[in-house]
């Protein structure tokens, strides 16, 4: 017969458990999740992005659809979804095309879309519009706030489209610009007429004073504002202010503001493009200027190689992109989402003839074809209704709930340890006192306790990093009385064995005998009980989080994750705000209590001895 030593022979049976090594494994595999992703993902508490809220799983904004990739001639995007437009007049849609607030999918093209030769189309906010070579205008998605026809309720202050454009057809050949933004949308002919629609009150609020500009060259729309440039190369805006001052770069390279009017002083602007933000103005000079509420870290605009000028200009929804007549691409602006990171092999001159951004993505074209693209792809997790990435934070908040957890259940295990092996070992007048303590404290109704100290913690100037630290302290300090009951019990068998009885007849200290001879024997215990009860303290934590008592928001944890989806309407349609957290809430507990009991199993001397 094989002889196996105390530990081989635990590790055996452990390892002859199928659930067990599963859950081994998955709890592993969970721990690397959070503990190490962050390292490579950190979360910005402060990111937010509004044009994503409430995005399902998905990775696939950034797939442009193979038979348009081969014959570019548009691409439209402003916030999750992307219409684009082949040369053979072939509409296309993809991204997050169906907008799950109001009902509708973008990728469901009218009738008369599909089956006729399209020659201009833009995507808006939640809604979509074509002109066709016939001169019809074409509009799909949402329409309630005038977006496009007369049925919508226009609960908000909405025009309505233009009787002329669903009476009669317009001339194909004079459309020079189709434009939609939030809720709104434009077509500008090349005789200078207008056509302007839509919620104005949100997507372009300066609308009343912009109208009526004579000779427009280019619109563009803002997340609520309208701006553009006239023939004669001058910027226009209505009455709005925020386009007075401008970001300027100094021939040092640092970014100055100053007024808009007097930097372009007798200069013409040639060129403009438009985030959610701001707007960015090509001079005649090869310049660029940014003007509006832009960011002081995401509106710089780049240093033009010497020698090259910028010909293309275009915006996304928080960047820009540029092409210089070699072919160079330049972006700039905000990368939270890769949108500015340029493929190693799009950086030389000649890597494009054209670039096009799309609301959160680059797409680089050579001769009609798709050369390159880069920028955000999708949410593996979907986003939240802030707009932030489920999957960051699912992991970001894991390492939290986790943390907690661990601290709690060590600093419970010092006390446990401490009171119960003392108890045990002493007797006496010592093991009665510490026992009266230990049931005063497992009298306090805990969940109560730490409801009315955190409700308290909130009316007081108290740090959140202070607040955490104290729901670890807190969790600890309450949840130590059954293991100090369970070590006084075990301690209490040991005493009374011959090696005790040894080590007291050779003068061996008492503190010794207990802490050195006693507790090393009774530690299986410990470990199955500490096991069990950091799944316990991470319940405890979720629970207090879910109950908006805990850790708090923007700050993720599990329990508060699953705090924001406590209503109907979220776990009806919005299922992976829940899904995701409460799944890895679930399956860490699951993995620990079977581990906690697989422990318990192996190391219990009354189990099957196996052969």
């Keep these: 017969m094989e002889s196996l030593s105390p530990g081989r022979l635990a590790l055996r049976r452990f390892f002859r458990r199928p659930a067990a090594c599963i859950a081994l494994v998955l709890l592993s595999g969970i721990f690397l999740f959070v503990f190490l992703g962050p390292l490579f993902d950190p979360i910005d508490l402060s990111y937010a992005e509004p044009l994503h809220k409430n995005l399902s799983p998905s990775y696939d904004m950034l797939q442009i659809?193979?038979?348009?990739?081969?014959?570019?001639?548009?691409?439209?995007?402003?916030?999750?979804?992307?219409?684009?437009?082949?040369?053979?007049?072939?509409?296309?849609?993809?991204?997050?095309?169906?907008?799950?607030?109001?009902?509708?999918?973008?990728?469901?093209?009218?009738?008369?879309?599909?089956?006729?030769?399209?020659?201009?189309?833009?995507?808006?906010?939640?809604?979509?519009?074509?002109?066709?070579?016939?001169?019809?205008?074409?509009?799909?998605?949402?329409?309630?706030?005038?977006?496009?026809?007369?049925?919508?309720?226009?609960?908000?202050?909405?025009?309505?489209?233009?009787?002329?454009?669903?009476?009669?057809?317009?001339?194909?050949?004079?459309?020079?610009?189709?434009?939609?933004g939030n809720q709104v949308t434009a077509i500008l002919m090349n005789d200078g007429t207008t056509y302007l629609w839509g919620n104005y009150s949100i997507g372009a609020v300066n609308l009343p004073s912009f109208e009526g500009t004579k000779d427009l060259a280019k619109i563009v729309f803002l997340q609520s504002l309208i701006a553009g440039i006239t023939t004669d190369g001058e910027f226009v805006y209505g009455s709005s202010g925020v386009f007075e001052i401008c970001e300027i770069r100094a021939s040092d390279g640092t970014v100055f503001l100053g007024n808009l009017r007097e930097y372009i002083g007798d200069r013409k602007?040639?060129?403009?493009?438009?985030?959610?933000?701001?707007?960015?103005?090509?001079?005649?000079?090869?310049?660029?200027?940014?003007?509006?509420?832009?960011?002081?870290?995401?509106?710089?605009?780049?240093?033009?190689?010497?020698?090259?000028?910028?010909?293309?200009?275009?915006?996304?929804?928080?960047?820009?992109?540029?092409?210089?007549?070699?072919?160079?691409?330049?972006?700039?602006?905000s990368n939270a989402l890769d949108q500015t990171d340029i493929p190693a092999g799009l950086t030389e001159p000649g890597a494009a003839d054209e670039v096009i951004c799309a609301g959160f993505q680059t797409y680089a074209v050579r001769s009609g074809t798709l050369a390159g693209k880069w920028g955000f792809r999708g949410y593996l997790m979907g986003s939240d209704e802030l707009g932030r990435d489920i999957f960051t934070r699912v992991m970001n908040g894991g390492r939290m709930t986790m943390t907690i957890g661990a601290a709690a259940v060590l600093i419970s295990a010092v006390i446990g340890i401490l009171i119960g092996c003392i108890s045990g070992y002493s007797g006496g007048k010592t093991d009665f006192f510490l026992m009266r303590m230990t049931e005063i404290f497992a009298a306090i109704p805990f969940?109560?306790?730490?409801?009315?100290?955190?409700?308290?913690?909130?009316?007081?100037?108290?740090?959140?990093?202070?607040?955490?630290?104290?729901?670890?302290?807190?969790?600890?300090?309450?949840?130590?009385?059954?293991?100090?009951?369970?070590?006084?019990?075990?301690?209490?068998?040991?005493?009374?064995?011959?090696?005790?009885?040894?080590?007291?007849?050779?003068?061996?200290?008492?503190?010794?005998?207990?802490?050195?001879?006693?507790l090393p024997n009774v530690i299986s215990v410990i470990l199955v009980s500490l096991t069990l009860d950091f799944a316990g303290c991470m319940l405890t934590e979720a629970t207090l989080s879910y109950l908006g008592f805990g850790v708090q928001l923007p700050r993720p944890t599990w329990g508060n994750m699953l705090y924001g989806c406590n209503n109907s309407i979220v776990i009806r349609s919005y299922w992976w705000r829940w899904v995701f957290p409460a799944l890895f809430l679930s399956v860490s507990i699951l993995a620990i209590n079977i581990l906690g009991d697989t422990l318990r199993d192996i190391f219990d001397p009354k189990s099957e001895v196996e052969k």
């Design 447 to 518: 969940l109560p306790f730490a409801l009315v100290l955190s409700a308290l913690l909130r009316r007081t100037d108290v740090k959140e990093d202070v607040r955490i630290f104290l729901i670890m302290v807190v969790l600890g300090v309450l949840s130590w009385p059954g293991l100090a009951r369970l070590i006084r019990g075990q301690v209490l068998a040991e005493r009374e064995k011959e090696f005790v009885l040894a080590a007291q007849a050779m003068g061996v200290p008492e503190h010794r005998i207990a802490f050195r001879h006693i």
């Design 65 to 180: 659809p193979d038979a348009l990739s081969r014959n570019i001639r548009q691409i439209s995007s402003r916030s999750s979804f992307s219409v684009g437009l082949d040369g053979d007049g072939r509409v296309y849609t993809w991204g997050k095309t169906y907008l799950r607030d109001i009902g509708t999918d973008l990728s469901d093209l009218p009738e008369e879309v599909r089956g006729r030769r399209i020659l201009h189309a833009a995507a808006g906010v939640d809604h979509a519009a074509a002109i066709d070579e016939n001169g019809y205008v074409l509009c799909w998605g949402a329409y309630d706030n005038g977006q496009y026809g007369h049925n919508g309720s226009m609960l908000a202050a909405a025009r309505p489209q233009p009787e002329e454009l669903l009476e009669r057809p317009l001339d194909p050949s004079g459309v020079r610009q189709l434009v939609c």
């Design 269 to 333: 602007v040639l060129d403009i493009a438009a985030s959610m933000t701001d707007v960015c103005l090509l001079l005649d000079d090869g310049s660029l200027v940014i003007a509006g509420a832009s960011g002081e870290d995401t509106r710089r605009t780049p240093v033009i190689p010497d020698g090259e000028t910028v010909v293309v200009l275009s915006g996304g929804a928080r960047h820009y992109a540029a092409l210089t007549d070699t072919g160079r691409i330049l972006t700039w602006g």
